[in-house]
Antibody
């Protein structure tokens, strides 16, 4: 059974760096093509894809992809031994207030078949 | 502004069919067979309903179907039920550099 769970601060001050952790179970982070990503949703607004990391057998390395609008602020990394994927977002602003979801990407697919429950992050002074 | 265009709202009566459109470009929706659809009830995480344009995950009712014509994908829900009332989002692969784009979402109201 695949599960994902987000953890991190619920309140962040403007200009601070946000660090969110996604702890996964039921699958391996080293399986070729399997990915974990982050998607956020401001209150009352649409979903926005942020980043994705997956193991690329051809490159024998992790492959990371980022939303171009946030690429300069966002980093995604994974700790295989801890079954964790970490999202870091710098220079937080009130417009970054949102529910942040961790998602599972099936190998070879470009869709998200499992979602975490989400964690609400508020940016306020 | 979202990359994919969806109507803000649609409505239908129980038992009827409705269709939600999702319009993109030849660089995303029209360029690949990789559109997915998600259902989101208030306060809940989204749920995958359709992937690869028209495939249903295990456990998803066959009342939900996906299709595509050119740069526009569609989600059709037949035999509307009260529990179908939710927000629906389309999503498409958009190339190797920026692989994921979402639509702005459509609120479905069951009258």
């Amino acid at each position: 059974q695949i599960t994902l769970k987000e953890s991190g601060p619920t309140l962040v001050r403007p200009t601070q760096t946000l660090t969110l952790t996604c702890t996964v179970s039921g699958f391996s982070l080293t399986t070729s093509g399997v990915g974990v990503g982050w998607i956020r949703q401001p209150p009352g607004k649409a979903l926005e894809w942020l980043a994705l990391v997956y193991w690329d057998d051809d490159e024998v390395d992790d492959d990371e992809r980022y939303s171009p609008s946030l690429k300069n602020r966002v980093t995604i990394t994974k700790d295989t031994s801890k079954y964790q994927v970490v999202l870091t977002m710098t220079n937080m602003d009130p417009v970054d207030t949102a529910t942040y979801y961790c998602v599972h990407r099936r190998a070879g697919g470009w869709y998200f078949d499992y979602w975490g429950q989400g964690t609400l992050v508020t940016v306020s002074s | 502004q979202s990359a994919l265009a969806q109507p803000a709202s649609v409505s239908g009566s129980p038992g009827q069919s409705i269709t939600i459109s999702c319009t993109g470009t030849s660089s995303d929706v029209g360029g690949y067979y990789l559109v997915s659809w998600y259902q989101q009830h208030p306060g809940k995480a989204p749920k995958l309903m359709i992937y690869d344009d028209s495939k249903r995950p295990s456990g998803i009712s066959d009342r939900f179907s996906g299709s595509k014509s050119g740069n526009t994908a569609s989600l059709t829900i037949s035999g509307l039920q009260a529990e179908d009332e939710a927000d629906y989002y389309c999503c498409s692969y958009a190339g190797s550099v920026t692989p994921v784009v979402f639509g702005g979402g459509t609120k479905l109201t069951v009258l």
